[in-house]
Protein backbone atom coordinates (compact mmCIF):
# COMPACT_ATOMS: atom_id res chain seq x y z
CA UNK A 1 0.00 0.00 0.00
CA UNK A 2 0.99 3.13 -0.52
CA UNK A 3 -0.36 5.94 1.22
CA UNK A 4 -1.04 9.52 -0.10
CA UNK A 5 0.61 12.09 2.21
CA UNK A 6 -1.43 14.84 1.92
CA UNK A 7 -2.38 16.28 5.64
CA UNK A 8 -6.50 16.87 4.64
CA UNK A 9 -6.59 12.77 3.64
CA UNK A 10 -9.74 11.54 5.73
CA UNK A 11 -7.85 8.82 7.94
CA UNK A 12 -9.47 7.12 10.71
CA UNK A 13 -7.28 4.86 12.38
CA UNK A 14 -8.94 4.05 15.45
CA UNK A 15 -11.98 1.76 15.60
CA UNK A 16 -13.18 -1.44 17.16
CA UNK A 17 -15.16 -4.11 16.05
CA UNK A 18 -17.26 -7.05 17.71
CA UNK A 19 -13.94 -8.58 17.64
CA UNK A 20 -13.72 -6.39 21.26
CA UNK A 21 -15.97 -4.15 22.58
CA UNK A 22 -17.23 -2.40 19.62
CA UNK A 23 -20.80 -3.60 18.26
CA UNK A 24 -20.72 -4.18 14.58
CA UNK A 25 -18.58 -6.71 12.98
CA UNK A 26 -15.28 -5.61 10.67
CA UNK A 27 -17.08 -6.32 7.80
CA UNK A 28 -19.95 -3.90 8.61
CA UNK A 29 -17.80 -1.39 9.85
CA UNK A 30 -15.47 -1.43 6.88
CA UNK A 31 -18.82 -0.38 4.53
CA UNK A 32 -19.90 2.22 6.63
CA UNK A 33 -16.11 3.49 6.72
CA UNK A 34 -16.76 3.89 3.05
CA UNK A 35 -19.85 5.18 3.84
CA UNK A 36 -18.66 7.74 5.08
CA UNK A 37 -15.82 9.12 3.35
CA UNK A 38 -13.34 7.47 4.99
CA UNK A 39 -10.27 7.07 2.78
CA UNK A 40 -7.49 4.84 4.99
CA UNK A 41 -9.01 2.93 7.60
CA UNK A 42 -7.12 0.79 10.85
CA UNK A 43 -9.48 -1.35 13.10
CA UNK A 44 -7.71 -1.57 16.04
CA UNK A 45 -9.47 -3.77 18.57
CA UNK A 46 -8.31 -3.80 22.02
CA UNK A 47 -6.00 -6.99 22.64
CA UNK A 48 -6.95 -8.45 19.86
CA UNK A 49 -6.29 -8.92 15.73
CA UNK A 50 -8.59 -11.59 15.23
CA UNK A 51 -11.12 -9.32 13.38
CA UNK A 52 -8.28 -8.30 10.89
CA UNK A 53 -8.61 -11.12 7.95
CA UNK A 54 -12.51 -10.09 7.58
CA UNK A 55 -11.67 -6.28 7.88
CA UNK A 56 -8.94 -6.51 5.24
CA UNK A 57 -11.20 -8.69 2.68
CA UNK A 58 -14.43 -6.23 3.12
CA UNK A 59 -12.17 -3.09 2.56
CA UNK A 60 -10.30 -4.55 -0.60
CA UNK A 61 -13.90 -5.44 -2.35
CA UNK A 62 -14.93 -1.79 -1.50
CA UNK A 63 -11.56 -0.21 -2.95
CA UNK A 64 -10.85 1.31 0.63
CA UNK A 65 -7.16 1.13 1.87
CA UNK A 66 -6.62 -0.82 4.77
CA UNK A 67 -4.28 -0.41 7.79
CA UNK A 68 -4.10 -3.75 9.91
CA UNK A 69 -4.10 -2.40 13.79
CA UNK A 70 -4.09 -3.54 17.20
CA UNK A 71 -4.69 -1.44 20.82
CA UNK A 72 -2.60 -2.82 23.39
CA UNK A 73 -3.50 -2.37 27.50
CA UNK A 74 -0.49 -0.99 28.80
CA UNK A 75 -0.12 -0.37 32.47
CA UNK A 76 2.01 2.91 33.05
CA UNK A 77 2.41 4.77 36.77
CA UNK A 78 -0.69 2.94 38.29
CA UNK A 79 -3.11 4.15 35.40
CA UNK A 80 -3.98 1.90 31.83
CA UNK A 81 -2.33 3.61 28.94
CA UNK A 82 -3.76 2.37 25.30
CA UNK A 83 -1.09 2.03 22.44
CA UNK A 84 -2.02 2.05 19.12
CA UNK A 85 -0.08 -0.06 16.50
CA UNK A 86 -0.55 0.61 13.30
CA UNK A 87 0.52 -1.50 10.12
CA UNK A 88 1.30 -4.31 11.91
CA UNK A 89 1.45 -8.02 10.19
CA UNK A 90 -1.01 -10.26 11.93
CA UNK A 91 0.81 -13.29 10.95
CA UNK A 92 4.07 -11.86 13.50
CA UNK A 93 4.05 -14.97 16.19
CA UNK A 94 5.47 -12.29 18.55
CA UNK A 95 2.09 -10.21 18.82
CA UNK A 96 0.34 -12.89 18.60
CA UNK A 97 1.71 -14.77 21.43
CA UNK A 98 2.05 -10.99 23.51
CA UNK A 99 -1.53 -10.18 22.68
CA UNK A 100 -2.65 -13.81 23.79
CA UNK A 101 -0.42 -13.15 27.21
CA UNK A 102 -2.51 -10.47 28.46
CA UNK A 103 -6.20 -11.37 27.43
CA UNK A 104 -5.27 -14.54 29.29
CA UNK A 105 -5.61 -11.98 32.70
CA UNK A 106 -9.17 -11.05 31.21
CA UNK A 107 -11.42 -13.48 32.39
CA UNK A 108 -10.45 -13.34 36.28
CA UNK A 109 -11.06 -9.93 36.15
CA UNK A 110 -14.14 -10.48 34.65
CA UNK A 111 -15.03 -12.69 37.41
CA UNK A 112 -13.96 -10.38 40.17
CA UNK A 113 -15.74 -7.26 38.69
CA UNK A 114 -19.13 -9.08 38.22
CA UNK A 115 -18.54 -10.50 42.23
CA UNK A 116 -17.95 -6.69 43.27
CA UNK A 117 -21.48 -5.66 41.18
CA UNK A 118 -23.35 -8.12 42.32
CA UNK A 119 -22.35 -7.35 45.88
CA UNK A 120 -22.64 -3.74 45.40
CA UNK A 121 -26.21 -4.09 43.62
CA UNK A 122 -27.82 -7.10 44.80
CA UNK A 123 -28.01 -8.90 41.55
CA UNK A 124 -26.57 -11.89 40.11
CA UNK A 125 -25.46 -13.49 36.62
CA UNK A 126 -23.37 -10.56 36.28
CA UNK A 127 -20.69 -12.21 34.39
CA UNK A 128 -22.98 -14.26 32.65
CA UNK A 129 -24.97 -11.35 31.18
CA UNK A 130 -21.98 -9.27 30.53
CA UNK A 131 -20.56 -12.36 28.54
CA UNK A 132 -23.98 -12.57 26.07
CA UNK A 133 -22.79 -8.92 25.17
CA UNK A 134 -18.99 -9.88 23.92
CA UNK A 135 -18.76 -10.72 20.31
CA UNK A 136 -15.29 -11.84 21.60
CA UNK A 137 -15.38 -14.39 25.01
CA UNK A 138 -11.61 -14.16 25.12
CA UNK A 139 -11.91 -10.06 25.23
CA UNK A 140 -14.60 -9.42 27.85
CA UNK A 141 -14.70 -5.46 28.86
CA UNK A 142 -15.78 -3.22 30.90
CA UNK A 143 -17.84 -1.75 27.70
CA UNK A 144 -19.95 -5.69 28.31
CA UNK A 145 -20.67 -5.12 31.46
CA UNK A 146 -21.90 -1.75 31.06
CA UNK A 147 -24.09 -2.75 28.27
CA UNK A 148 -25.42 -5.63 30.32
CA UNK A 149 -26.22 -2.97 32.79
CA UNK A 150 -28.00 -0.98 31.04
CA UNK A 151 -29.94 -3.65 29.64
CA UNK A 152 -31.00 -4.52 33.26
CA UNK A 153 -32.13 -0.55 34.01
CA UNK A 154 -29.51 -0.08 36.58
CA UNK A 155 -28.33 3.17 34.35
CA UNK A 156 -29.04 4.43 31.43
CA UNK A 157 -26.50 4.82 29.29
CA UNK A 158 -23.08 3.50 29.34
CA UNK A 159 -21.08 6.52 30.11
CA UNK A 160 -23.32 6.41 33.40
CA UNK A 161 -21.70 3.14 34.16
CA UNK A 162 -18.49 4.01 33.96
CA UNK A 163 -19.15 7.23 35.89
CA UNK A 164 -20.73 5.36 38.78
CA UNK A 165 -19.13 1.89 38.42
CA UNK A 166 -16.39 1.23 36.54
CA UNK A 167 -13.80 3.89 36.47
CA UNK A 168 -10.81 3.86 39.57
CA UNK A 169 -11.97 4.61 42.77
CA UNK A 170 -15.68 3.49 42.02
CA UNK A 171 -17.28 -0.18 43.62
CA UNK A 172 -16.74 -2.06 40.66
CA UNK A 173 -13.85 -1.46 39.32
CA UNK A 174 -11.02 -3.88 39.78
CA UNK A 175 -7.38 -3.13 39.57
CA UNK A 176 -5.30 -5.08 36.96
CA UNK A 177 -1.84 -5.48 35.18
CA UNK A 178 -1.62 -5.06 31.79
CA UNK A 179 1.33 -5.05 29.54
CA UNK A 180 4.15 -3.02 30.38
CA UNK A 181 5.28 -0.24 27.71
CA UNK A 182 8.45 -2.25 26.80
CA UNK A 183 6.32 -5.31 25.75
CA UNK A 184 3.78 -3.43 23.81
CA UNK A 185 6.35 -1.48 21.48
CA UNK A 186 8.44 -4.44 21.30
CA UNK A 187 5.53 -6.61 19.76
CA UNK A 188 4.28 -4.12 18.13
CA UNK A 189 7.90 -3.08 16.25
CA UNK A 190 8.48 -7.30 16.24
CA UNK A 191 5.40 -7.06 13.76
CA UNK A 192 6.67 -4.14 11.83
CA UNK A 193 4.16 -1.87 13.05
CA UNK A 194 4.45 1.70 14.33
CA UNK A 195 3.51 2.51 17.47
CA UNK A 196 0.82 5.23 18.14
CA UNK A 197 -0.14 6.89 22.00
CA UNK A 198 -4.35 6.53 22.03
CA UNK A 199 -5.47 9.59 23.05
CA UNK A 200 -3.47 11.12 25.30
CA UNK A 201 -5.77 13.89 26.66
CA UNK A 202 -7.88 11.18 28.30
CA UNK A 203 -5.31 9.75 30.89
CA UNK A 204 -5.12 11.52 34.70
CA UNK A 205 -1.29 12.08 34.58
CA UNK A 206 0.48 14.96 36.07
CA UNK A 207 2.52 17.16 33.79
CA UNK A 208 5.68 15.12 34.78
CA UNK A 209 3.83 11.79 34.90
CA UNK A 210 2.79 12.51 30.90
CA UNK A 211 6.04 13.78 30.24
CA UNK A 212 7.99 10.42 31.61
CA UNK A 213 5.27 8.09 29.34
CA UNK A 214 6.53 10.33 26.14
CA UNK A 215 10.16 10.37 26.69
CA UNK A 216 10.07 6.48 27.76
CA UNK A 217 7.68 5.46 24.83
CA UNK A 218 10.31 7.18 22.66
CA UNK A 219 13.16 5.82 23.75
CA UNK A 220 11.56 2.06 23.08
CA UNK A 221 10.92 3.15 19.79
CA UNK A 222 7.95 5.18 19.37
CA UNK A 223 7.11 7.18 16.76
CA UNK A 224 3.16 8.90 17.19
CA UNK A 225 0.41 9.85 19.15
CA UNK A 226 -3.01 10.94 18.69
CA UNK A 227 -3.98 14.18 18.46
CA UNK A 228 -7.37 14.42 16.45
CA UNK A 229 -9.22 11.69 18.16
CA UNK A 230 -13.22 10.98 19.44
CA UNK A 231 -12.36 11.76 22.92
CA UNK A 232 -10.05 15.47 22.61
CA UNK A 233 -11.75 18.48 23.19
CA UNK A 234 -10.88 20.72 20.41
CA UNK A 235 -8.35 22.49 22.66
CA UNK A 236 -6.48 19.07 23.01
CA UNK A 237 -6.11 18.93 20.03
CA UNK A 238 -4.14 21.86 19.42
CA UNK A 239 -2.49 21.12 23.11
CA UNK A 240 -1.15 17.45 21.27
CA UNK A 241 -0.25 18.89 18.36
CA UNK A 242 2.32 20.99 19.87
CA UNK A 243 3.16 18.03 21.57
CA UNK A 244 3.63 16.13 18.61
CA UNK A 245 5.99 18.66 17.62
CA UNK A 246 7.97 19.07 20.72
CA UNK A 247 8.65 15.63 20.92
CA UNK A 248 9.14 14.96 17.25
CA UNK A 249 6.18 12.50 16.98
CA UNK A 250 3.86 12.26 14.11
CA UNK A 251 0.11 12.52 14.35
CA UNK A 252 -2.44 10.27 14.20
CA UNK A 253 -6.29 11.00 13.69
CA UNK A 254 -8.91 8.52 14.59
CA UNK A 255 -12.75 8.43 16.00
CA UNK A 256 -12.38 5.61 18.62
CA UNK A 257 -15.98 4.40 16.90
CA UNK A 258 -17.01 1.66 19.32
CA UNK A 259 -20.84 1.59 18.23
CA UNK A 260 -23.74 3.93 16.34
CA UNK A 261 -25.43 3.97 20.00
CA UNK A 262 -22.79 4.89 21.82
CA UNK A 263 -20.04 6.56 20.07
CA UNK A 264 -19.77 10.15 20.39
CA UNK A 265 -17.89 10.87 17.08
CA UNK A 266 -18.36 8.61 13.90
CA UNK A 267 -16.17 7.11 11.50
CA UNK A 268 -14.72 9.56 9.14
CA UNK A 269 -16.15 12.22 11.19
CA UNK A 270 -13.81 14.33 12.73
CA UNK A 271 -11.94 17.17 11.93
CA UNK A 272 -8.38 17.26 9.79
CA UNK A 273 -5.29 17.27 11.42
CA UNK A 274 -3.72 20.60 12.26
CA UNK A 275 -1.56 21.84 9.51
CA UNK A 276 1.66 21.74 11.18
CA UNK A 277 1.89 18.34 12.32
CA UNK A 278 3.46 15.46 10.69
CA UNK A 279 0.89 12.61 9.18
CA UNK A 280 1.41 9.28 10.64
CA UNK A 281 0.61 8.04 7.43
CA UNK A 282 3.66 8.92 6.12
CA UNK A 283 4.82 6.21 7.87
CA UNK A 284 2.62 3.55 6.62
CA UNK A 285 3.54 1.74 3.53
P1 LIG B 1 -11.28 -2.56 29.46
O1 LIG B 1 -10.27 -2.88 28.38
O2 LIG B 1 -12.10 -3.77 29.84
O3 LIG B 1 -10.67 -1.87 30.64
O4 LIG B 1 -12.32 -1.56 28.81
C1 LIG B 1 -11.86 -0.33 28.31
C2 LIG B 1 -12.92 0.28 27.41
O5 LIG B 1 -13.97 0.80 28.18
C3 LIG B 1 -12.39 1.45 26.63
O6 LIG B 1 -11.73 1.05 25.48
C4 LIG B 1 -13.67 2.18 26.28
O7 LIG B 1 -14.28 1.55 25.16
C5 LIG B 1 -14.52 1.92 27.49
N1 LIG B 1 -14.53 3.07 28.41
C6 LIG B 1 -13.58 3.40 29.31
N2 LIG B 1 -13.96 4.50 30.00
C7 LIG B 1 -15.17 4.84 29.53
C8 LIG B 1 -16.12 5.88 29.83
N3 LIG B 1 -15.86 6.77 30.79
N4 LIG B 1 -17.27 5.92 29.12
C9 LIG B 1 -17.53 5.01 28.17
N5 LIG B 1 -16.69 4.00 27.83
C10 LIG B 1 -15.54 3.93 28.51
MN1 LIG C 1 -13.03 0.18 23.92
MN1 LIG D 1 -8.46 3.35 24.20
MN1 LIG E 1 -10.04 2.43 21.32
Known amino acids: MSVTTHPQLNADLHSHSTASDGTLAPATL ?168 AHPGRYRFTPAEEWALLERFKSLGGQAIEVVTGSHTAAQYRRYADTALEFGFHASRGSDFHSPDESACDLGRLPPLPADVVPVWELLH
Open 30 to 197: ARRAADHGVELWALTDHDDIGGLSEARDAARALGLRFVAGVEISVSFAAQTVHIVGLGVDPGSTVLQQGLRQIREGRDERARRMAGELEARLGLDGVYAGALRFAGNPALLSRTHFARYLVEQRICRQTHEVFARFLTPGKPGYVEHEWASLADALQWITAAGGVAVV
